[in-house]
C-alpha cells in the first residue's frame, strides 16, 4: 500500500482511528455525509480531526414557522414505533460522484427495561465509477442496536479492509447518567453519532439556524408525487466564525468544502417525515447560488408497521473480532 495517513474520525458512526490510502479517505468522505453534519479542525502535522465539539456561543431559541415545523419533524420521529425506508444517497467530493444505497431500520420497544428503547439498523454500500472497476465488492457500512439491546454494532468495509467495532450500550447510559447532563439524550436512539434518525435530525437543529418560511413542493417520481414543505438551514453564525477564522498570520480561511453550509429539508405535509436533504456549500457560508452538491433521500418509507426483532439480530464474523470502543465513546459524549 502507499504512505498511511492517520484519520482521527469522530462521527455518527465511527469513533476510532483509521490508517487509510488518499483514496480510501475519499470514501470516508462520502459515508460521512449519511444521516449527519460534520466538522473538521486541522490538527498537528496536517491531521484532519473530524469533531462534534465546537464551541456555540449563547444563542436565543430560534422562533419561527420553519422551527416550528422542525421540531414537528422531530417529534414526528421521535413518536413513530417503527420506522422502515430504503436511502439513495448522492455526494460530489474532490472531483469524484459518489453513490450510496440501503436501508434503514428502527423499532422503540416500551416494555423492554421498564422504558422506552430504540433498536436500528443501518446498511449502505457506496461506490464511486472509479473504485468499482478496481474493488471486487461495494463499499459497506452496517450498524446494528441489537435486539437485546446491549451493544451497538459497527462494521465498515472499505477497499477489502475491515473493521468492527462494538459500544456497550448499559455502560454508556450509566456513564451519561452519572453525570446528571441535561442536553444529552439518555435514549441512544436520540444520541448523535450512534445511528438513530432522531439522533441526526437533533444535531442538525443545533448546527443550523432554520429561519425562512416554509416552501410548499413536490417531490416523487413523475406518477407518484408527495406533497411536502421544504425549509432551509443555514450554519449558525458562531460555527461558520470559527472556521473561517484568521489562523495566526495566515489569511482568512474559506469553509472546508466537505462541509454544508446550507441544507434545505422536505417535510411530508401528511406525516411530518423527513424526505429529502440537500446539501449546498459556499466559502463563507453566504447563501448558495449553485446547485446542491449532495443529497439523502429516504423512500418507500413505512411507520408504524411491525417490524421483526430478527432484524435487529447481528452475528459478527467469525475471522473478525469486535474492538470494543465504549470507554472513547463515553469520552467524546462528555466533551460535548
Not at 484519520?7 to 470514501?27: G, P, R
Not at 434503514?104 to 423492554?112: A, G, I, S
Not at 439524550?185 to 439522533?199: D, K, N, Q
Request: hydrophobic content about 35%.
Amino acid at each position: 500500500m502507499k504512505k498511511m495517513e492517520s484519520i482521527d474520525v469522530l462521527y455518527s458512526f465511527y469513533f476510532t482511528k483509521f490508517a487509510l490510502n488518499k483514496k480510501t479517505t475519499f470514501l470516508i468522505y462520502a459515508a460521512l455525509f449519511f444521516c449527519v453534519v460534520y466538522f473538521t479542525q486541522t490538527g498537528t502535522k496536517g491531521k484532519l480531526i473530524f469533531a462534534q465539539n465546537i464551541a456555540l456561543t449563547s444563542q436565543t431559541e430560534p422562533q419561527g414557522e420553519a422551527d416550528s415545523l422542525f421540531r414537528e419533524m422531530l417529534s414526528s420521529v421521535e413518536g413513530a414505533i417503527s420506522v422502515s425506508a430504503s436511502i439513495r444517497q448522492q455526494i460530489n467530493l474532490f472531483g469524484t460522484e459518489f453513490h450510496g444505497l440501503g436501508s434503514y431500520h428502527e423499532l422503540k420497544t416500551p416494555e423492554l427495561h421498564g422504558k422506552e428503547m430504540t433498536r436500528f439498523r443501518l446498511e449502505l454500500q457506496i461506490q464511486s465509477p472509479a473504485t468499482a472497476k478496481e474493488v471486487g465488492s461495494p463499499n459497506s457500512i452496517t450498524i446494528v442496536c441489537d435486539r437485546t439491546y446491549k451493544y451497538i454494532y459497527r462494521y465498515i468495509s472499505l477497499e477489502d479492509e475491515k473493521f468492527l467495532e462494538r459500544i456497550e450500550i448499559k455502560r454508556l447510559t450509566d456513564a451519561l447518567e452519572a453525570t446528571r447532563r441535561s442536553d444529552i439524550p439518555m435514549e441512544v436512539g436520540s444520541m448523535f453519532g450512534l445511528g438513530g434518525l432522531a439522533g441526526m435530525l437533533r444535531e442538525m437543529r443545533k448546527r443550523y439556524d432554520f429561519l425562512e418560511t416554509p416552501i410548499r413542493t413536490q417531490i416523487g417520481e413523475e406518477n407518484n408525487k408527495i406533497n411536502v414543505r421544504k425549509i432551509r438551514g443555514q450554519l449558525k453564525p458562531a460555527l461558520a466564525k470559527s472556521l473561517t477564522e484568521t489562523v495566526a498570520n495566515a489569511k482568512k480561511q474559506k469553509i472546508p468544502n466537505h462541509i454544508p453550509t446550507t441544507i434545505d429539508v422536505f417535510i411530508g405535509d401528511d406525516d411530518r417525515f423527513p424526505f429529502r436533504f440537500d446539501y449546498f456549500w459556499t466559502a463563507d457560508a453566504s447563501p448558495p447560488s449553485a446547485e446542491r452538491f449532495g443529497y439523502l433521500l429516504f423512500y418507500n418509507q413505512v411507520l408504524h408497521d411491525p417490524i421483526s426483532e430478527t432484524m435487529f439480530d447481528y452475528f459478527p464474523s467469525e475471522n473478525l473480532s469486535p474492538t470494543d470502543v465504549t470507554d472513547q465513546v463515553i469520552s467524546r459524549m462528555l466533551e460535548r
